[in-house]
């Protein structure tokens, strides 16, 4: 059993920065896949980021440049640095762990807006 506890989101305006924390229980989490969803209202949840174990990270097209993924073995953390903040970017962001099965942590509400 996985658990993941978010932080970081809140509102910020167009052309902002927030990083998104996740914290994970385990002591096997450098073996883990780890990264970031997000949820618009209305719209089905979707990739923004993942990084495996080796460290290379995979993007959704729409962030690509303007976040970024990274992970802290030692703290059992993963982050989600985001520049450039669009009002497209408001929703809420997941944290997701592929650990054998998946787990989900439970939402931070990032909103972009003047």
């Known amino acids: 059993q996985v658990q993941l506890v978010e932080s970081g989101g809140g509102l910020v305006q167009p052309g902002g920065s927030l990083r998104l924390s996740c914290a994970a229980s385990?002591?096997?989490?450098?073996?883990?896949?780890m990264g970031w969803y997000r949820q618009a209202p209305e719209k089905q949840r979707e990739l923004v980021a993942t990084?495996?174990?080796?460290?290379?990270?995979n993007y959704a097209g729409s962030v690509k440049g303007r976040f970024t993924i990274s992970r802290d073995n030692a703290k059992n953390t993963v982050y989600l640095q985001m520049n450039s903040l669009k009002p497209e970017d408001t929703a809420v962001y997941y944290c997701?762990?592929?650990?054998?099965?998946?787990?989900w942590g439970q939402g931070t509400q990032v909103t972009v807006s003047s």
């Open positions: 997701y762990c592929n650990a054998g099965r998946t787990y």
């Open positions: 385990g002591s096997i989490f450098r073996f883990y896949v």
């Open positions: 990084i495996p174990p080796s460290g290379s990270t």
